[in-house]
């Protein structure tokens, strides 16, 4: 059975049914879907889908593309909703946090500022609760890097990474997980392509950032979690292994780094 570890069940790309799309992905064998949130406002959106889908389980967090408009409130909302959160089964890990430095108005010095003051404040939360993160990294791998290790985590995952083989050692080294998806079945995309073949299987975990980063038979249209499967037999091709050895590897891996997760469908 497979693991997709990044899904915005909750989009409205989903045309309101996100019961359907997880039930679509369990008939294809994904007994589990990671939903991370992006801000307060969504918390009680993905807390509920984590009861309702049999295959999903959540995250809470506020993503650096929502800090501009969060302030100090959120995080003591975040904080005490954590707090309630570990009596959950289906809570699971601190997501979807980190920086993103591609975006001019996020690149801004103060803004800046302000995504490292609340990634470190969640890095906190994370660390006070024994829980793994699921990180955003948008050109600021080594930044994102050097507040991981100045406050640890309980393990984490680099949500669609791609960054260098170096960048990748220093993830695994902390004790994390690479997220890779839909990204890589685009041949131009070599260096994603490169990093699927050559990184230790045993420390990748598949993702499909639905409704985002469509493979390349959907692009560009919105991506769903039942693509799992056929995503991940790319990465088998690329590798050189069955795709039954990824599905095993890739799942034990997502359960050893969200050891919360529940069983699932």
């Known amino acids: 059975m497979w693991i997709d570890t990044h899904c915005h069940l909750d989009a409205r790309e989903f045309g309101g049914a996100p019961l359907r799309v997880a039930a679509d992905a369990a008939a294809r064998g994904v007994s589990m879907i990671v939903i991370p949130a992006v801000a307060v406002d969504n918390f009680d959106a993905v807390a509920r889908l984590g009861g309702e889908a049999p295959n999903a389980c959540y995250a809470l967090g506020i993503h650096p593309i929502c800090v501009p408009q969060a302030g100090e409130g959120d995080l003591a909302t975040m904080r005490a909703r954590v707090a309630a959160a570990m009596a959950d089964p289906n809570f699971v890990a601190i997501g979807e946090v980190g920086l993103d430095f591609f975006l001019p108005h996020l690149a801004e010095p103060a803004m800046r500022e302000k995504q490292v003051y609340f990634f470190r404040e969640q890095l906190k939360i994370a660390r006070e609760f024994g829980l793994p993160i699921l990180t955003h990294v948008r050109k600021s791998q080594d930044q994102v890097l050097k507040h991981v290790r100045q406050i640890p985590p309980a393990g984490g995952i ?108």
């Open 158 to 265: 680099a949500h669609a990474f791609n960054g260098s083989f170096q960048q990748a050692q220093g993830y695994i080294d902390v004790g994390f997980k690479l997220g890779f998806g839909g990204n890589l079945t685009f041949t131009r995309a070599l260096q994603i392509r490169r990093l699927a073949a050559q990184l230790p299987l045993a420390s990748i975990v598949m993702e499909t950032d639905a409704p985002d980063i469509a493979p390349q038979w959907l692009h560009p249209g919105v991506n769903a979690p039942e693509q799992i499967p056929a995503i991940a037999a790319v990465l088998a091709e690329l590798r050189g292994v069955a795709v039954e050895e990824v599905c095993a590897a890739t799942t034990a891996n997502a359960r050893a780094v969200m050891p919360r997760m529940p069983a699932g469908a």
